[in-house]
């Protein structure tokens, strides 16, 4: 370590202004040299001084004579399973505006943060008990040194896991809703709840379809499963448990994260439906449908305008089928841009929706059952 007289006069200044350890003297100097703790750093400078290192440092509050305490307090709070790890440190007031107050007083410009050299050296304390390393970029669990509630806290980060699913059943949400017992997420969460003993679990879809209308082509998902105990899963044997509900079907299962989550819910991939319509009166004109496809102008549906906001929409409507299947009922087959309203597109909602099946046809339509039958998607698909 080269130290200059400039290094020196300010070690001589900090050490006059605080009676500093080691460690947090060694720390103002930090990005002078590399290769060093900041104990040995300061061991030096206190050694070319001719100075003794004091019994007791006011602004570390010998913190890291007692790091030994907190590895095994963050040991006896490991109690679950996990690969990897990284420290995390909560400075209290005090200490935080010590540090700041030096900085001020001294002008120092090599300094590192004192959480940074807490989180360094109690990791290296904890990587040899745990046998564990740690892992600076995606943590399984981070453990949290909370210097003001003076106690171990530990971050756990949440397992995600990929794969399609298919809603094979009318009448139950995609996501939780305390309108319903049960929810698409709800039945492919539970066996991952049970494996990993987690403390919640969110569902990212790409989109999602009504309560009644079923789901017949793969939609991409992502799973959460939130502060879980265990990492270990078999992904098969999950795909069976979920599989024989009879209720939702699940397939390309597989680990994934955070970020295949943003990337998921920024998909909007045109999907195509099937539906069922009832007609007030007999069915005449058909090939009138052809009209719907093109630009259509959509304002909320009047029946989410409690919780929606009440906005027009444009969606394009790509190709459309049709099919006469009773005296007052026809099944249609339109495939259109994301976002766009299939029942509203039949009924027209009272006007909000135009054009639409029932005013190109002067016959007031609804919707019986609706199905999507492909999402044109190809992410994570298997061949």
């Given at each position: 370590?080269?130290?200059?007289?400039?290094?020196?006069?300010?070690?001589?200044?900090?050490?006059?202004?605080?009676?500093?350890?080691?460690?947090?003297?060694?720390?103002?100097?930090?990005?002078?040299?590399?290769?060093?703790?900041?104990?040995?750093?300061?061991?030096?400078?206190?050694?070319?001084?001719?100075?003794?290192?004091?019994?007791?440092?006011p602004?570390?509050?010998?913190?890291?004579?007692g790091?030994?305490?907190?590895?095994?307090?963050?040991?006896?709070?490991?109690?679950?399973?996990?690969?990897?790890?990284?420290v995390?440190?909560?400075?209290?007031?005090?200490?935080?505006?010590?540090?700041?107050?030096?900085?001020k007083?001294?002008?120092?410009k090599?300094?590192?943060?004192?959480?940074?050299?807490?989180?360094?050296?109690?990791?290296?304390?904890?990587?040899?008990?745990?046998?564990?390393p740690?892992?600076?970029?995606?943590?399984?669990?981070?453990?949290?040194?909370?210097?003001?509630?003076?106690?171990?806290?530990l971050s756990?980060?949440?397992?995600?896991?990929?794969?399609?699913?298919?809603?094979?059943?009318r009448?139950?949400?995609?996501?939780?809703?305390?309108?319903?017992?049960?929810?698409?997420?709800?039945i492919?969460?539970?066996?991952?709840m049970?494996?990993?003993?987690?403390?919640?679990?969110?569902?990212?879809?790409?989109?999602r379809?009504?309560?009644?209308a079923?789901?017949?082509?793969?939609r991409?998902?992502?799973?959460?499963?939130?502060?879980?105990?265990?990492?270990?899963?078999?992904?098969?044997?999950?795909?069976?448990?979920?599989?024989?509900?009879?209720?939702?079907?699940?397939?390309?299962?597989?680990?994934?994260?955070?970020?295949?989550?943003?990337?998921?819910?920024a998909?909007?991939?045109?999907?195509?439906?099937?539906?069922?319509?009832?007609f007030?009166?007999?069915v005449?004109?058909?090939?009138r449908?052809?009209?719907?496809?093109?630009?259509?102008?959509?304002?909320?549906?009047?029946?989410?305008?409690?919780?929606?906001?009440?906005?027009?929409?444009?969606?394009?409507?790509?190709?459309?089928?049709?099919?006469k299947?009773?005296?007052?009922?026809?099944?249609?087959?339109?495939?259109?841009?994301?976002?766009?309203?299939?029942k509203?597109?039949?009924?027209?909602?009272?006007?909000r929706t135009?054009?639409?099946?029932?005013?190109?046809?002067?016959?007031?339509?609804?919707?019986?059952?609706?199905?999507?039958?492909?999402?044109?998607?190809?992410?994570?698909?298997?061949?």
């Open positions: 370590m080269k130290l200059t007289q400039q290094h020196l006069k300010l070690a001589k200044q900090i050490i006059r202004k605080r009676k500093l350890c080691n460690n947090c003297l060694g720390r103002q100097f930090a990005q002078v040299s590399t290769g060093l703790t900041n104990r040995k750093r300061g061991e030096l400078i206190r050694k070319a001084l001719g100075e003794l290192e004091p019994k007791s440092c602004l570390c509050k010998n913190l890291f004579k790091l030994e305490k907190w590895a095994k307090k963050a040991e006896a709070e490991l109690k679950i399973h996990f690969k990897t790890f990284l995390g440190t909560k400075l209290s007031p005090e200490l935080a505006e010590s540090e700041q107050s030096l900085w007083e001294t002008g120092v090599w300094c590192e943060p004192l959480k940074s050299e807490l989180n360094r050296e109690l990791g290296k304390l904890l990587e040899p008990k745990l046998k564990k740690v892992d600076k970029e995606t943590p399984d669990v981070v453990v949290i040194l909370n210097l003001n509630s003076e106690r171990i806290e756990i980060t949440p397992l995600f896991f990929f794969g399609g699913y298919k809603k094979l059943i009448g139950i949400p995609q996501t939780k809703w305390k309108m319903y017992p049960e929810s698409v997420e709800d492919i969460a539970r066996p991952f049970a494996a990993t003993k987690g403390k919640g679990h969110a569902l990212h879809g790409v989109g379809e009504d309560i009644d079923r789901c017949l082509d793969w991409p998902f992502v799973l959460e499963i939130k502060k879980p105990k265990s990492r270990s899963v078999s992904l098969p044997e999950m795909r069976k448990i979920i599989n024989k509900s009879g209720k939702v079907n699940v397939k390309d299962l597989r680990p994934s994260n955070k970020k295949e989550v943003i990337k998921l819910k998909l909007r991939p045109d999907k195509s439906y099937r539906a069922l319509v009832a007030e009166k007999p005449k004109g058909l090939e449908l052809k009209n719907l496809k093109g630009l259509i102008k959509q304002r909320t549906p009047a029946r989410v305008l409690h919780r929606r906001a009440d906005l027009l929409r444009k969606r394009l409507v790509k190709s459309i089928k049709w099919k299947t009773g005296q007052k009922e026809a099944v249609l087959e339109v495939k259109g841009e994301a976002g766009l309203y299939i509203e597109l039949v009924s027209g909602d009272m006007g135009k054009p639409s099946a029932a005013k190109l046809l002067d016959n007031p339509a609804k919707v019986k059952e609706l199905d999507v039958i492909k999402i044109w998607s190809r992410y994570g698909k298997s061949k």
